[in-house]
Each structure stands twice: as C-alpha cells, then as structure tokens.
C-alpha cells in the first residue's frame, strides 16, 4: 500500500516565539507570521522589519516576530487481541494505519510513537518517540503479531507507558470490550487527545451466507458456538452489531470525541475529511 499522509492541525499545540526573517529550519506546521515588536524590546540587527520601520510616523525601529510551533507525539495505539485477529487482514490494517500516522506526523516536523497491547505489554512492541521515517517503517515491518488466544487486559494499564505532556493517540481497535471499560480507559487517557481508529465488522457480517452452519468465537471471553444461518439470524446478527457500534459512538461522543470508521481497506480521503472537520 501506498503511504499517504494527512494534514492535520492542533489547537493545543504549544509555541515559542522567534523573533527574525530567518526561516533556514522549520520546526512543527512552519513558522507562522505573528506581527512585529519595537527594537527596544528586541534589539538584534540582523532582524529588523523593515517594511514596518520606514513606514511608521514615530520612526520607530520593528522587529519581525514568529509563533514557531513545538512537536508534539502521535501515537498509535493498537488493540492486538485475539479478537483482532479474527479477521486476519486486520494485521495488515493496523501496520498500514500506523505507516500512515507516523508518514504524517514527521511530514509536519511532529514525533511518532507505537504502543500494541493484549494481555500484556511487552518491550517489543513499544517503539520510543522518533522521527526516523525508514527506521519506523522497518520496526512496524517486523513485527510478528501473535495468533495464540489473548485478551485486552493489558488495555487498561496503557496510561503507564505514554508520555505526560498531551500527545494525539489513535486507538486503533474493534472495541470488543463492554462500555465501562471503554470508559475506563478512556479515562485514563484524559490527559491526551484520543482519536478512535473503529475496526469495523460490518462487511464481514454482511458476506455470511443466508444459510448454512457458521461458528462464531469470542477469543476473549475463549468460548465458541456453532449457528446455523438463516435470512432472520444473519439479519438479527447485523441488527446486533449496528446497535452495539452505535452504543460504542455514544461512548466517544459523550467523552467529546468523534471516531473514524475502518471498513475493508483505509480510505486516506476520509481521514483527511475527518481533519477538515472536526476541530482538535
């Protein structure tokens, strides 16, 4: 898959003034033009505005002034349960969402971070914060994901291993978890911005046959059980997860978050839309 990044823009971000004309090095979104100061503030030569200072009545000297914006971490934050694992194109979906985060993120002079968890959080799985695109995507490469049974356990123990200054996560998941856990973890990333990346089931469900025997495994509860499919029972299995995706959305939206939907492949196009639209 093709790497293609997003823009994004970050109301919180913190910025440091600069003071000159001089943009040889370029930190976070650009440097961002913020007005002029009086010399007597900022006494340097080298930075005189000199548009400002011919034209002023007073024949006062100016500097030029500059927001020059601080990097902050983009997080990938990735559910790498069994039940993830169910449907085996979703491996290939977390590494391809994560590529694109961190391409992203270091495109716009910001740090990129990855941490997977199940019923643990192992060392080789977290990836320190770093802007060496070709290192990230040879770590995200090599990873092995485990097909053995797991839970998400570990989910609620994450907060333990993030950054403390506020960062932008995207939680890339099913969400096969019960609403108060969802709500639990969600509050423990309060001090972050948390996008949910939501791994959609719905195109699966909809490609079950009308009929036939089908078994249905919750990897993290470790039970299974045998159906058999008929029109009513597939639509009622559909029916279930609508409402449940729908409870799930509610749980974001009360936490003033809104989700972005993964459905059979990555829609780049729709994720930028997300940024267009939804103020972070």
């Known amino acids: 898959m093709k790497t293609t990044p997003f823009s994004y823009s970050v109301s919180w971000r913190s910025r440091n003034n600069k003071y000159g004309n001089n943009l040889s090095s370029k930190i976070g979104n650009d440097f961002e033009y913020s007005g002029s100061k009086n010399f007597n ?12 200072s ?45 590529k694109i985060i961190s391409a992203s993120a270091i495109e716009q002079g910001d740090r990129f971070s990855m941490l997977c968890y199940n019923d643990m959080i192992s060392n080789n799985f977290i990836l320190e914060p770093g802007d060496n695109l070709e290192y990230i ?31 932008l996560i995207f939680w890339v998941s099913d969400f096969h978890y019960p609403s108060d856990k969802i709500e639990k973890i969600l509050n423990h990333l309060s001090n972050h911005h948390v996008i949910p990346l939501f791994i959609s089931s719905e195109g699966e469900i909809k490609k079950l ?23 009513s ?32 492949y990555i829609d780049i196009e729709s994720i930028q839309k997300y940024f267009m639209s939804t103020y972070i």
Request: glycine letters at 0%; hydrophobic letters at 30%.
């Open 209 to 231: 046959p009308k009929y036939g025997f089908r078994k249905f495994i919750d990897s993290e509860l470790d039970l299974e059980h045998e159906v058999f499919l008929r029109p």
């Open 54 to 98: 011919i034209t002023d009545p007073n024949e006062n000297i100016y500097v030029k002034t500059y927001n020059l914006n601080n990097p902050i971490n983009l997080i990938a934050l990735c559910d790498i349960s069994s039940s993830m694992s169910v449907d085996k194109k979703n491996n290939t979906i977390i590494k391809d969402l994560s």
């Open 233 to 264: 029972i597939k639509e009622k299995i559909l029916e279930d997860y609508k409402n449940t995706k729908e409870e799930i959305f509610q749980i974001f939206s009360k936490k003033q978050l809104k989700q972005i939907v993964i459905n059979e």
């Open 137 to 167: 995507n040879q770590w995200i490469d090599a990873i092995e994901f485990n097909s053995d049974k797991s839970s998400s356990n570990a989910a609620e123990d994450i907060n333990k291993y993030l950054p403390e200054e506020k960062s």
């Open 41 to 52: 503030d900022h006494p340097d030569l080298t930075r005189i505005d000199i548009k400002n």
